[in-house]
């Protein structure tokens, strides 16, 4: 069945420190990719997609490119900011999965001033 | 425009109590989720909905129920609340339910089962 791996967490960054957030997936086929992130007390919002192998997914200073030959979709950002604290996770989607998101365990950024 | 709406945001019920838990989405989206989020677990699709009066389980669908009498609305059923029920529930809309499409979550119910 499909699977997605997240790197453990939590992690800790100081501000305008590089992220990167690893992700790897299982699935048959050509999944859609995904990062959801979830502010403290707040529901998942959409950070950034891709669709289809080596499209790369942009939002928020955040990227994240769809790599079918690793099965990976890491994100990363340049510059991170206090306002960036959150949980993050990655997800797939695709037709033999009934319509469900497959999420990772999620992956916590705490990052100080 | 308040996108996806859920109601209650907490509720603590006994061991066999029962309760029913409301989605609502005002974006004339088809299809409809119910997720459950536990920790170190990310979320888990309990049953999900392609249209009004129409249901599907999901993954975890055991001890739940769910009904899609109007388009706008999910909702949540559970029959004889059970502690390992307790969990984060999140109600998610999209339009076409393709593999490409986006969904849209609610905030959240956080419940309790003593």
């Known amino acids: 069945g499909n699977s997605v791996t997240q790197m453990e967490g939590p992690v800790t960054l100081s501000e305008e420190a590089f992220l990167t957030i690893n992700c790897t997936y299982t699935a048959t086929g050509y999944p859609s990719l995904f990062w959801y992130v979830q502010y403290p007390g707040e529901g998942l919002q959409l950070l950034l997609k891709a669709t289809k192998a080596d499209d790369k997914g942009s939002n928020k200073g955040f990227e994240a490119t769809y790599r079918k030959e690793t099965t990976s979709f890491h994100l990363e950002k340049g510059s991170v900011q206090v306002s960036d604290s959150a949980v993050y996770f990655c997800?797939?989607?695709?037709?033999?999965?009934?319509?469900?998101?497959?999420f990772g365990e999620g992956t916590q950024l705490t990052v100080n001033p | 425009n308040a996108g996806v709406t859920q109601t209650p945001k907490f509720r603590v019920l006994k061991t066999g109590q029962s309760m029913t838990l409301l989605c609502a989405q005002d974006?004339?989206?088809?299809?409809m989720y119910w997720y459950r989020q536990d920790p170190g677990m990310g979320l888990r699709l309990i049953h999900y909905s392609v249209g009004e009066g129409t249901t599907a389980k999901g993954e975890v669908p055991d001890g739940y129920n769910v009904s899609r009498l109007k388009k706008q609305n999910f909702l949540l059923g559970l029959e004889s609340a059970a502690p390992s029920q307790t969990s984060v529930y999140f109600c998610?809309?999209?339009?076409?339910?393709?593999?490409?499409?986006?969904?849209?979550f609610g905030p959240g119910t956080r419940l309790t089962v003593l």
């Open positions: 997800a797939l989607n695709q037709e033999t999965s009934g319509s469900r998101l497959t």
């Open positions: 998610a809309s999209s339009y076409w339910g393709t593999p490409r499409d986006t969904q849209y």
């Open positions: 974006m004339n989206h088809e299809y």
